[in-house]
């Protein structure tokens, strides 16, 4: 009795925390959440200063999560010879908003919505489908109007093509990052794969959630935004 309750006020926490992550009037309740950030990443051997955009951060790469953010920053971070300072795994509008007011880069990762969705409600199993599709919109949705200030990959650019990205990202902001070795990338940064029986039967769970009906219509909206972020990878892809 007690497992379900606390599972449904996780869920409740994971759409408190997208929504403050996501609007600018909430600054100082997201205060609580990057100050928990910072201690997560300072107690893990980290560093504090890429839990946070800041006037010193070279570049930003974030998204929703599920989105091959990780592999990104590994990737990129192995490539440099010297250390560029990120600000990462925010999985913040706010943030990336804010970092594109202070004309710092951004690239900004997404995918398709049932393999982003699908993973992180497969890891994080407290959170219900629905919940993940209405996050996914809401996040990008906020950021919609602010593709001048970002170069978006889209999963297959990021963990096939992120050599030709950052490139991009080169080319529009005029950095000089160096670029990524995809063959030594994806063979030291494989993606973790579902192994264990619980695991695999959690995301079958979640793919059965996908084909009710208030899922299946947010699903199309969210498919509808994710066609519109892969314009503007496609189209910055061809513009290079």
Known sequence: MLKPILNQLKNIHFSLRSFVARESDMWLLYKLYIWWRKRKRQAAGKKVQEAVVQTSTELVIDGFQGSANGFAVAAFKQNQTKYVQLAHHMHSPVEIIKAIEQKIPVLLVIREPVGAVISLTSRWHYVSVNRGLESYIKF??????????????????????????????????????????????QSRHKPKKITRDVQFQIKQQKKQELTRPKNTQLLAKANQVYRQFEMLAIQDRISF
Not at 156 to 162: D, G, N, V
């Open 140 to 185: 990008y949705d906020k950021l919609s109007c602010y593709d001048y200030g970002y170069v978006v990959s889209t999963f297959e650019q990021t963990t096939q093509q992120l050599d030709r990205t950052v490139a991009r990202i080169n080319a529009k902001f005029n950095t000089n990052f160096e670029l990524i070795n995809m063959a030594e990338a």
